[in-house]
């Protein structure tokens, strides 16, 4: 064969590899991803199941599962949250671990659970909402109140790409449909009367502390459109009477 044929059949193989090259890299990530998320909705799933049966605390590797984009996510999602009527910063000291002694274990603290019928979600609700928190459910805001207390109940959680993963589904939560927190024994249903899309700098707005009268209420929290996160989805009720 001739050099000068020689090269079109080079430059053909040179491609034909780099796009079956490509394919593998996309489908190696891809499939790695996937076990990934399996691997935490079961765990989640079983976080769940163990904080019905009693179970208060949880250790996890602070480096495992992370989200992306979490690092802009997490209570950059609060920012200032008026709490007594003043702006004070809500710090969150359960949104990283202490590295300081090469420690990577990290203790989850459960504060309950929470379930929405009608999109099939029941999660861990953890006592607090940093970034480790958010990887394995919802999160309670530091300050907000306790469920069925006087108040505003925060609730943070991630808006996964996966369909159903964490609260991926709460933009399909309408008026009327009643979120249940339970924790120590007891239950506390809440029905929704509010969903609304905001832009983070409303936030505050949404989530102050103070009492307002004899009002409980509970405002979940996440991004939105699901995998560009740029407003927040706020879901909003108030506490059913027994």
């Known amino acids: 064969m001739s050099s000068s044929r020689k090269a079109p059949v080079f430059i053909l193989f040179f491609w034909i590899t780099a796009v079956i090259a490509i394919f593998g890299f996309v489908l190696f990530h891809q499939t790695r991803k996937e076990s990934g998320e399996n691997a935490r909705e079961e765990q989640i799933g079983r976080m769940a199941e163990e904080i019905r049966e009693g179970s208060e605390s ?19 999602y609060a920012g200032r949250a008026l709490v007594n009527g003043s702006d004070d910063l809500v710090t969150d000291a359960s949104s990283g671990a202490d590295r300081s002694s090469g420690n990577s274990a990290y203790t989850l603290t459960s504060y309950g659970t929470i379930s929405i019928p009608s999109i099939d979600l029941e999660l861990p609700v953890w006592d607090g909402a940093g970034i480790v928190e958010l990887r394995y459910g919802a999160g309670r805001m530091p300050l907000s109140c306790d469920a069925g207390c006087t108040g505003n109940l925060v609730i943070f959680g991630h808006r996964m790409r996966r369909y159903g993963s964490i609260f991926n589904r709460l933009d399909e939560v309408t008026m009327g449909d009643s979120v249940t927190i339970s ?3 007891s239950s506390h249903t809440y029905i929704v009367d509010q969903v609304v899309t905001i832009d983070p700098s409303e936030i505050s707005r949404y989530i102050r502390m103070e009492e307002e009268g004899d009002a409980c209420r509970i405002t979940l929290i996440t991004c939105t459109p699901v995998g560009v996160g740029t407003q927040r989805l706020l879901v909003i009720g108030h506490l059913q009477k027994s």
């Open 58 to 76: 949880f250790l996890v590797n602070v480096d495992s599962l992370p989200v992306s984009g979490e690092e802009d996510e997490v209570p950059g």
């Open 183 to 185: 924790r120590s024994g």
